[in-house]
């Protein structure tokens, strides 16, 4: 699997996520406005299984609270802990749906509890580049998505 393939992977993951979970309309065209907005904050999953190493799923403010107004079927805004936990479980689904997709869908993992995370981004303990990002714009903001791989082997695609 070449990385064009695995960003390929990871942007369609995420993107499918939002729509389907979130209510978000999702776009791999992003505009002036939305490639400017600040990260406010995101998601970690830790996995284990034949890789192990995590994915980190960052939002902007709006994509913040529309995915979990959204999600929760809210009139208002959600409380900050709501959203966080929404943001979650989105990263936590986008997961789930990626890693059988990269080595093969007999592979078993072992997923970690989501975590809430500040806007940085990093393999803790570890100096691990990301082996994969992309950027989904969303309606007027965008999440950014990257998975990290403690061990490079990767399995041959989805058997």
Known sequence: MNSLQLQTML???TASTFE????LCPSAELGKEQRLMPLVGGARVTF???LRGMLVLSVT???LGAA????LACDSSP???MQRDAI???ANVICGSLLPQIAGRRALFRLGVPQ????????????VAAMSEARVGLDEGRAEVALYLANARMAAGAD
Do not use: F, K, Q
Not at 68 to 71: K, Q, S, V
């Open 11 to 13: 942007y369609s993951a």
């Open 20 to 23: 389907a979970l979130a209510l």
């Open 48 to 50: 284990d299984g034949p």
């Open 61 to 63: 403010e709006d994509v």
């Open 68 to 71: 979990a107004t959204n999600m």
């Open 79 to 81: 409380a900050m802990a």
């Open 88 to 90: 979650c479980e989105l």
């Open 116 to 127: 809430w995370i500040g806007t940085e981004h990093g393999y803790p303990g570890e100096r």
